[in-house]
Structures are given as C-alpha cells and as structure tokens.
C-alpha cells in the first residue's frame, strides 16, 4: 500500500507560480512512476505529467509543456509539480497518483491516489 497526501494548492493569479508536492509513505517510492493529473468542475480527470521511477523520463500534457515541470525527491519520497504562467484554464483539483511507467497518460495506469488539493487561478 501507498500513502499519498498532495500540499501546495490555493489561490494564485494568473501569469504566477505555484508548486505543488506529493510525499508518499508505505513501499518503496523509487519503484513506482508518479503522476499529477487534474479535474475542473463538470470535466473528467485528465493527465498532466508523468515521471518514471528513477526520474529519468517525464511526459506532458500538450496543454501544460513549457509551463509545467514534474520531478520528484526520492530521498525525500516526494513528486512536485512546478506550475508557472498560470492561466485561469488551469484551475482544478490536481492529484498525484502512483503506478508502473506504462500506461502514464491515463488514470487507469495507476494503482494509488492522493485526495486532491484545489488550485485557483483568477484572472
């Protein structure tokens, strides 16, 4: 079993930054790929970024790459996702999730999830 409790969420106004964490507790963290994915109000939960157990791989979403970087502690069992030019399309719960680096891009991938921290960003 994983742990996963996300922190960092809030207000922020548009064109800022923000970073947001992942610190898991329970298996070892470096054997598992991380995940930040995403649900705005009405929407299905969508992909974000994705990084491979050592770090060594990411991926993006077409929406956030040059905006967003994934990279994750694993001597501190923690994933960040650093958020900046923030855009108010951007506001959402945002969750981390841990699984095996194969199926990154869709929920079904992963096997452990964080309860989600809200992000606001007015315009």
């Known amino acids: 079993q994983v742990q996963l409790v996300e922190s960092g969420g809030g207000l922020v106004q548009a064109g800022g930054s923000l970073r947001l964490s992942c610190t898991a507790s329970?298996?070892?963290?470096?054997?598992?790929?991380m995940g930040w994915f995403r649900q705005a109000p009405g929407k299905e939960r969508e992909f974000v970024a994705a990084i491979s157990g050592s770090g060594g791989f990411t991926n993006y979403a077409g929406s956030v790459k040059g905006r967003f970087t994934i990279s994750r502690d694993n001597a501190k069992n923690t994933v960040y996702l650093q958020r900046n030019s923030l855009k108010p399309e951007d506001t959402a719960v945002y969750y981390c999730?841990?699984?095996?680096?194969?199926?990154?891009?869709?929920?079904?991938?992963?096997?452990?999830w964080g309860q989600g921290t809200q992000v606001t960003v007015s315009s």
């Open positions: 329970g298996r070892s963290f470096s054997d598992y790929a």
């Open positions: 999730a841990a699984g095996s680096y194969v199926s990154v891009y869709t929920t079904a991938g992963y096997d452990y």
